[in-house]
């Protein structure tokens, strides 16, 4: 915590530091990195699980319904493009607040599906790592943000929205908040690649 | 369960307290109680408790609070440590609350003495806890997704009392759940474990007298991980005869980390293992190949993970799996030896050529076959002679000649570089030198020096020498530059085994040395049997066999002989093993000595059996010393007898044959009336100057005999003779009968005599030597001699007196010196003087003796001649007196006796009946 602040004190993008505060943030910025690379990899894992266990229309190959809002969390920008044009500081804002939502919503998603699929062990597992994963990713952002002068986001308001009046619609939403999870998980990889290169080890 | 438990419990409470409430003032009603109520106590400390007295108790009688009293458990403490705040209220203080126990009871003495409890408490003491040290993490991989976090930590000592251990972690601004530790107070394992999030955990431990927490660490979990082993190895051949691939599964995805690795592997048959250096192996990989093998071998291998980065623990060995390198050609060709018979002819030999399999790490495959090429070394030597085979020798018929021999092995890939051998009929190059063979690291070493620096190799053969089988030969090849070697083979102990060495040069071989050495040598296995080769008086031969080789167990350093007599003091001497006898000397005589022999090697000595002879008593040559010359003597002494026989023997001839006078030619009558005067002499001085007797008278006799005699004498013969067989024995009495038997027998008897004699005269001597004979029958007194010659007369009557036997010591007894052992120095005098008076009875008895020592011709012969003159008789006692072993000179006298009793029977026969007993002797 300690050194958190230090770094928070001292490392913004522009500022000259010292070389064994940058190691520090390379450091971090490295495993941050790591994280979102697993991230990636669980989160298509995720979906692909949470799809075959939902059964139709969701395991059909061909099922693709129109995106759908999730409240209290943030689309990513479609375009790669888009994305990479943003600043480390506003990709790293807008990952923040995304992860800040996803751990809740996913939760919720593990709540249905114990209710949906109390069965599919790996789901849940699943789904709880997810959580985690992300809470983890949120708190590195956090402790990275901060080592790089970028400023948090509030709070999140702790508005899961009105739980779904049926099981399609919640398989639904727990679909789109797994197709999200895994696209916020390729955004936060593309982002921390870029600081990666950014503050090489 | 406990839960439902305590419930019952405090409902029980409840309703005690509600009834107890509900009777207050009544039966159950306590008068005090104690505060604190169930304290937890550090140990060590002090504490007070107070007893607080109820006021309506004090009511019921005289009670105040200085009549408390403590106890712990049913002990009562002392008073010093009590305190009476006031009427209703007493302390009690401990200092060091270890002491205390359960319960502390505060009792009241009421009135008579009678002790009441009032109220007690339960006191727990303990300990708070220890900062917990050593906190440590692993993170070890389950599965493929499943990781669990073990923290293991020192809780510290025992705090008595129940303490909370904690597992504590937080993520930055995010505090985790906490991890409680089943079972145990030093180890928690938690599943919610999240790599790349740095996490901080401790342990934090708590009671009721106090908390403490660990100094926290912080890690990022990946970095802990001991990751499970790369699986489903598989190993490969290739192309190559010197590789190897590996492939292999990781368990554990690359997104969540990269990994290095550890390759070790090992030949099947070795227990060691080798390493591939692990920069080669420092990568992320599933695969790997090994190279440097050995062809055509079986290699095992495994191999362990761990984090790229080297943060973490290495994961456990992987299963092993083996794989077969390629085969290659092999390496190496073998090794070639030969052995040559020439039986047949000087000019043919059978040459065994024999070579060694080779070596799996030189054959590098399966050997098919094998080329053997012979050439000769010759100008009209064809192309080479080319074979094939199967096994490892070959033999060929080859004129006297030198070959050049080339063997090659063969696998499925080719063959091997040859190895040639240069098959020369002599040795005749430079042998090695210094050879030498020892045991040595229980192995048996081979050591020699170059003979010269041309050695191309060098063949030690070597075989058991052994005296029930033959040597059977064993040989192995070494380099040209080795100067010693293992025997390589199975080497057995106690064997004497024949090594010889064998330098081969480019152009030919040096000849084989020996030596012989023991792996491990031992005692002999038995000793030798000694026996003795000739035994002397102070010394003795020993030899013994040399024990076979099978017995002897080592090298036979001494034997060792140990010698002793009975009760003795055994002595030992060492010999020479080469020596095969050995002379003891200094050895009692007529001794009986025990030997035996031990056969020492260097690891000690045994007996063999033990043999017993005995020293002579006479040493060589003594015995001879001492025969030789008795046996001279005697010689000397014989000769010197003969010489002087010879010189007097017309002296003896007188006296032992002489000239008997012939009967026939006698004129009885002449002599007869000469007797008496004869019988008057009585001493020697009258007898010999009528020595020349003999020669004047026999004839008169005889023919005096025959016709005095012979009626009465016959006729008395018979009268004896009815006699005779009424008698006890002695009825062949050999002379007598002989003489007496019959006249015929007589003649015959007396035809070695020089006379033929007549009939009569000679029956007439017989019945005088028969009745003397037969004289032991004292009844026999009818003998009547009507001729018998008056001189002996007088004499008649003496010799009855003297009767019995040989201690009455008459004149006769003493004259028979065989029976009787009495001085002949008497005799000679006695006897001469009774030879006048008595002589005839001495003739009975001495003709009997006669017989009896079976004296037969002259005996007889002087039977015959009995009757002579009385001049001759004491020319025969002169003979008598000078000789004592005068058998046949008595026999004469006998004789000369008889003659004379012939004149006087009746005085003289008795006298002999009564010597009768002393006849048989």
């Known amino acids: 915590m300690e050194v958190l602040r230090v770094d928070r004190a001292n490392l913004r993008p522009s500022a000259a530091a010292s070389s064994s505060a940058q190691q520090e943030v390379a450091t971090k910025i490295k495993q941050t990195h790591s994280l979102t690379v697993l991230l990636k990899r669980c989160s298509e894992q995720l979906l692909a699980e949470y799809v075959r266990h939902q059964g139709e229309p969701f395991s059909s190959a061909n099922f693709q319904p129109p995106a759908m809002t999730v409240p209290g969390l943030p689309s990513p920008p479609v375009s790669l493009e888009a994305w990479l044009a943003l600043s480390d500081g506003e990709r790293l804002w807008h990952l923040a607040v995304a992860y800040a939502a996803l751990p809740g919503l996913l939760g919720a998603v593990q709540q249905q599906q114990d209710d949906l699929n109390p069965l599919a062990s790996e789901l849940h597992r699943q789904l709880d790592a997810a959580a985690r994963q992300c809470r983890g990713l949120a708190v590195n952002l956090e402790g990275l943000m901060g080592a790089l002068g970028v400023p948090g986001p509030p709070s999140p308001a702790p508005n899961l929205g009105s739980p779904p009046p049926n099981a399609f619609l919640a398989k639904l939403r727990g679909y789109h908040v797994c197709r999200l999870h895994r696209d916020w998980a390729a955004r936060s990889h593309d982002a921390l690649v870029r600081l990666t290169t950014k503050y090489p080890l | ?921």
């Open chain 2, 1 to 921: 369960m406990s839960s439902g438990r305590s419930w019952v419990i405090n409902a029980l409470y409840i309703l005690l307290s509600i009834f107890s409430f509900g009777v207050s003032g009544g039966l159950v009603q306590s008068c005090g109680y104690i505060i604190p109520e169930s304290p937890v106590l550090t140990r060590g400390s002090s504490f007070t408790a107070l007893c607080i007295l109820n006021e309506s108790c004090l009511d019921l009688g005289n009670i105040h609070a200085n009549q408390i009293i403590w106890r712990i458990k049913s002990s009562v403490v002392p008073k010093e440590q009590y305190h009476v705040i006031n009427r209703t209220v007493s302390s009690v203080t401990f200092n060091d609350t270890s002491i205390l126990a359960t319960p502390l009871t505060c009792n009241i003495l009421a009135d008579g003495q009678i002790e009441q409890n009032i109220y007690g408490i339960a006191v727990t003491v303990g300990l708070p806890p220890e900062k917990p040290e050593n906190l440590s993490c692993i993170v070890n991989q389950m599965s493929k997704s499943k990781f669990i976090m073990t923290c293991t930590w020192n809780p510290g000592r025992d705090t008595f009392l129940a303490t909370d251990f904690r597992l504590k972690s937080q993520w930055p601004q995010e505090t985790l759940p906490d991890c409680m530790p089943q079972g145990v107070n030093n180890s928690c394992n938690t599943s919610n474990v999240q790599f790349f999030v740095n996490l901080e955990v401790w342990v934090e431990a708590k009671n009721a007298l106090g908390k403490a927490e660990s100094e926290p660490i912080d890690f990022d979990p990946v970095d802990i991980v001991k990751p499970l082993p790369p699986h489903n190895l598989i190993v490969s051949s290739e192309d190559l005869p010197t590789v190897l691939k590996l492939s292999w599964d990781n368990q554990i995805e690359t997104f969540e980390m990269e990994l290095k690795f550890n390759i070790r592997y090992r030949m099947s048959d070795s227990p060691d293992w080798m390493e591939v250096p692990p920069e080669d192996t420092e990568s992320h990989r599933t695969s790997f190949t090994v190279q440097s093998l050995k062809p055509y071998t079986k290699y095992v291998f495994s191999l362990r993970c761990m984090k790229k980065d080297g943060m973490g623990f290495w994961s456990d060995w992987s299963k092993e799996k083996s794989g077969v390198t390629s085969e290659a050609k092999p390496s190496k060709g073998p090794a070639l030896w030969r052995k040559i018979d020439m039986f047949h002819s000087p000019n043919f030999w059978a040459v065994h050529l024999i070579w060694k399999k080779l070596d799996p790490s030189e054959a590098n495959g399966i050997i098919l076959r094998y080329e053997v090429t012979v050439r000769a070394r010759s100008r009209l030597s064809p192309s080479p002679a080319t074979y094939n085979v199967n096994s490892t020798n070959l033999t060929l018929n080859l004129t006297n000649g030198t070959y050049e021999v080339t063997v090659t092995a063969h696998n499925k890939i080719g063959g091997s570089p040859p190895s040639f051998l240069l098959i020369p009929a002599s040795n005749s190059k430079a042998p090695v030198k210094d050879l030498k063979a020892f045991p040595k690291d229980g192995k048996l070493w081979v050591e020699w020096k170059v003979p010269n620096n041309n050695v191309v190799k060098y063949v030690i053969e070597w075989c058991v020498v052994s005296d029930s089988s033959d040597c059977t030969t064993e040989w192995q090849q070494e380099l040209g530059t080795s100067q010693g070697t293992f025997l390589k083979g199975n080497i057995k102990p106690f064997k004497c085994y024949l090594i010889t060495v064998h330098p081969l040069y480019n152009n030919g071989q040096g000849n084989g040395q020996s030596t012989k050495a023991y792996l491990q040598q031992s005692m002999p296995a038995k000793g030798p049997t000694v026996q003795t080769k000739k035994v002397g008086k102070a010394e003795a031969v020993l030899t013994w066999k040399p024990l076979r080789v099978d017995e002897q167990n080592g090298f036979i350093r001494y034997y060792t002989i140990l010698y002793r007599t009975i009760g003795g003091n055994e002595t030992a001497v060492n010999v020479d093993p080469s020596k095969t006898d050995y002379t003891l000397s200094s050895l009692s005589s007529d001794t009986l000595y025990m030997v035996k022999m031990k056969a020492y090697t260097d690891e000690g000595g045994t007996s063999g059996p033990e043999f017993t002879f005995t020293t002579q008593r006479f040493g060589k040559g003594e015995i001879e010393a001492i025969v030789v010359p008795v046996c001279l003597a005697f010689l000397l002494t014989i000769l010197l007898g003969v010489l002087f026989c010879f010189n007097k023997r017309d002296l003896i001839k007188k006296h032992i044959w002489p000239n008997v006078p012939d009967p026939s030619k006698s004129n009885i009558a002449q002599w007869s009336p000469q007797t008496p005067t004869k019988h008057n002499f009585s001493s020697k001085d009258q007898i010999y100057p009528e020595g020349s007797f003999t020669d004047v008278s026999v004839v008169e006799i005889e023919a005096d005999d025959k016709k005095s005699f012979s009626d009465q004498d016959l006729k008395h013969f018979n009268l004896l003779k009815k006699e005779k067989s009424t008698s006890e024995g002695h009825s062949s009495g050999i002379g007598g009968s002989s003489c007496m038997s019959s006249p015929r027998q007589s003649v015959s008897d007396s035809d070695e005599s020089e006379t033929a004699q007549n009939t009569s005269s000679t029956v007439q001597y017989s019945t005088v030597i028969l009745n003397g004979y037969r004289d032991q029958i004292p009844s026999v007194q009818v003998f009547s001699r009507s001729e018998s010659t008056q001189p002996l007369l007088d004499s008649e009557e003496k010799p009855e007196d003297n009767s019995g036997g040989c201690d009455s010591a008459t004149p006769r007894q003493q004259y028979f010196k065989q029976n009787c052992s009495q001085d002949e120095t008497n005799t000679d005098g006695s006897h001469f003087e009774r030879a006048k008076q008595v002589t005839p009875p001495i003739n009975e008895e001495d003709l009997v003796g006669l017989a009896q020592l079976q004296i037969s011709d002259h005996s007889l012969q002087q039977c015959g001649s009995g009757p002579e003159q009385n001049k001759h008789e004491s020319a025969l006692s002169d003979v008598l007196s000078s000789s004592t072993e005068g058998q046949i000179l008595r026999l004469e006298t006998m004789g000369i006796n008889t003659a004379t009793v012939d004149e006087i029977p009746k005085s003289y026969m008795p006298q002999t009946v009564r010597q009768g007993g002393y006849m048989p002797q």
